[in-house]
């Protein structure tokens, strides 16, 4: 049968974390984007509350990239990843290392954020093995985090629902989460209660013997939890504590990094350095799947070691450093420079929080939490129906041309760096009408 003359028949497709038979009795498909909107299928416009998947913060269809990623297929569509590499990568990771401070400076590229962190976690145990302290095996996440699907991902991360089904894998605790809506309720930033819940990895080390643990991952801000802004001094607690017993510090900064929160990186706003950085989704601004593990100098140093011939550690993937991702990312950081996009969000958050706060009073938003271009607004959930509440306002705002996201009961909305005052009236003032129907 002529592939061409199939029908579009959309119950072939398992969708992602995705309601399926919700989605295909009443499907949401998108046909084109530009700017800060999308097109339906059905001819719609609508304005991205979202930069996609907290991803596109350079805005939909930029020439400067797709022109990029033309000529590089054109040129060189593929090279192997291992035992060779081509130009370009390595001026990404030049590109990128200059990015970071300190002596984050080394660069290893895979295809996404789930595998930036099965990479980061790898190169702990790894770190610390070669270090010739194999004993450190122990992982350390927190409550409320996600870091991905893949084992390493789901075990360190701290949402249930994500590993019910798995087994995961052993050797991992958890710290608790930072939030507390009796004391943070309505907070613009970092909230000034919860420097002290870092403390609970005293006791975990205890618990389990400081020369037992690796490293400890935290995104810095949990963005697909619900917008969880770091408590004041609880980062740097946290990197206190690590320097004390030898652990290694990761953050996950596959949402904050490249601008949403007004800096370059999360790790730049808040001053505090981590051991690794894992990034993707932003680097390409969302056009090509890449991500990636930045890591410092005495990590990569660890494992030079052995016959010059000899892999030092053994991982990698296919699509690392693809030559049609690097062309993209390298587009990407030159409109990020070009238009000064993080100093541009930088100069929109007061505006942006004024406007995510003025739903405060409104229907059912019980906490509203901002930081940057992102903002969190939790509801009370409806009696007995966890999450409805939110979904409904989430439907009802893309019928009405407006994408946001859901999480739980959570509203979350982080849109293209490109946004503009009129565009951030805009998403409230349709947000708060919904609201009032909810």
């Keep these: 049968m002529d592939q061409a003359a199939l029908p579009n028949d959309l119950e072939t497709y398992w969708m992602p974390f995705t309601a399926n038979r919700q989605f295909k009795a009443d ?24 930069a996609g998947l907290w991803c596109v913060n350079a805005g939909h269809a930029r020439p400067e990239i797709a022109e990029a ?10 090279a192997p990843a291992f035992q060779m590499g081509h130009p370009a990568v390595f ?14 400076d080394h660069v290893f590229f895979c295809n996404s954020g789930s595998e930036a962190v099965e990479t980061a976690l790898k190169i702990a145990l790894a770190y610390h093995r070669a270090k010739g302290d194999a004993a450190r095996v122990r992982l350390i996440g927190r409550e409320r985090g996600y870091h991905g699907v893949g084992f390493g991902g789901i075990s360190v991360g701290g949402i249930a629902g994500n590993r019910k089904l798995y087994a995961g894998i052993s050797g991992v605790d958890h710290l608790p989460h930072t939030f507390n809506l009796a004391e943070q309720a309505f907070s613009r930033g970092q909230p000034a209660w919860g420097a002290h819940l870092a403390d609970e990895l005293e006791r975990i080390a205890a618990l389990h013997d400081p020369s037992t643990i690796a490293a400890v991952i935290v995104e ?4 697909s939890t619900g917008v969880l802004v770091p408590p004041k001094g609880y980062l740097e607690r946290l990197r206190a504590i690590c320097d004390k017993h030898g652990f290694l510090l990761i953050f996950d900064e596959v949402i904050t990094g490249f601008g949403r929160l007004g800096a370059g990186f999360a790790t730049d706003l808040f ?4 051991d690794m950085i894992c990034f993707a989704k932003g680097v390409t601004n969302g056009v090509v799947p890449m991500g990636g593990v930045v890591a410092r100098k005495h990590i990569y140093d660890a494992f030079m070691q052995g016959p010059e011939i000899a892999v030092e550690f053994a991982h990698g993937y296919t699509y690392s450093g693809h030559p049609v991702a690097t062309a993209a990312a390298l587009a990407t950081l030159d409109i990020y420079a070009r238009e000064d996009l993080f100093n541009r969000a930088k100069g929109l958050s007061d505006y942006w929080a004024d406007a995510a706060h003025s739903l405060k009073g409104l229907p059912n938003v019980i906490d509203i939490r901002t930081i940057g271009l992102v903002a969190g607004i939790e509801l009370a959930p409806l009696p007995g129906k966890p999450a409805q509440r939110a979904f409904d306002v989430y439907l009802k705002c893309f019928e009405r041309g407006l994408l946001i996201r859901q999480t739980g009961d959570i509203l ?17 003032g349709l947000l708060g009408e919904v609201l009032k129907s909810c």
């Excluded at 033309?70 to 060189?76: E, F, G, S, W």
């Excluded at 810095?220 to 963005?223: I, L, Q, V």
């Excluded at 001053?271 to 981590?274: E, L, N, S």
């Excluded at 979350?412 to 409230?428: C, G, H, N, R, Y």
């Design 271 to 274: 001053g505090v350095q981590p």
């Design 27 to 50: 499907p949401r498909l998108m046909a084109s984007a530009e700017g800060m909107y999308y097109y339906t299928t059905d001819g719609r416009k609508v304005l991205d509350g979202t």
């Design 91 to 104: 001026e990404l990771a030049s590109r990128l290392a200059a990015l970071m401070p300190g002596d984050l």
């Design 69 to 78: 990623v033309h000529k590089q297929i054109l040129t060189l569509d593929y």
């Design 412 to 428: 979350a909305l982080s849109p293209p760096l490109i946004v503009e005052k009129s565009q951030i009236d805009a998403m409230f």
């Design 220 to 223: 810095p801000m949990a963005g």
